[in-house]
Nanobody, 135 residues
Framework: QLQLAESGGGEVQTGGSLALSCTAS????????MGWLRQAPGKGHEGVAL????????TYGGSVKGRFTISQDVTKRTVSLQMNNLTPEDSAIYYC????????????????????????????WGQGTQVTVSS
């Protein structure tokens, strides 16, 4: 039922910026974490950024803190990711992800951890968009 439409991938040089967006086809409940995980060749899934829909509280992966910013427009059912100061280590397929949380704390930290462990076997995932950062 739920479809996640992703856009914004591409290629940039080191130090450049890219913006990603993801739009859900249906309304996102307040107790939902939505954002991106990424996967580089030969690697597991790494949490990038998730946002708690009800409050806008963000959770960032350790490698992107201070460089990436996630935001949402609830009315448009859209989340956006601004990626700055990109490095080749950021090159990966970026997947938009939606996960319905069962917790009471408005934080996506736990959701990011379980999504990293389980990967596409949990939650709803988009098709992914390629981000390539060249030296």
């Amino acid at each position: 039922q739920l479809q996640l439409a992703e856009s914004g991938g591409g290629e940039v040089q080191t130090g450049g910026s890219l913006a990603l967006s993801c739009t859900a086809s249906i309304e996102t409940p307040d107790t939902t974490c939505m954002g991106w995980l990424r996967q580089a060749p030969g690697k597991g899934h790494e949490g990038v950024a998730l946002i708690w829909a009800g409050t806008g509280n963000p959770t960032y992966g350790g490698s992107v803190k201070g460089r990436f910013t996630i935001s949402q427009d609830v009315t448009k059912r859209t989340v956006s990711l601004q990626m700055n100061n990109l490095t080749p280590e950021d090159s990966a397929i970026y997947y938009c992800v939606r996960f319905r949380s069962g917790g009471t704390t408005p934080s996506c930290a736990a959701a990011m951890s379980v999504l990293e462990r389980v990967g596409k076997g949990l939650g709803d995932w988009g098709q992914g968009t390629q981000v390539t950062v060249s030296s």
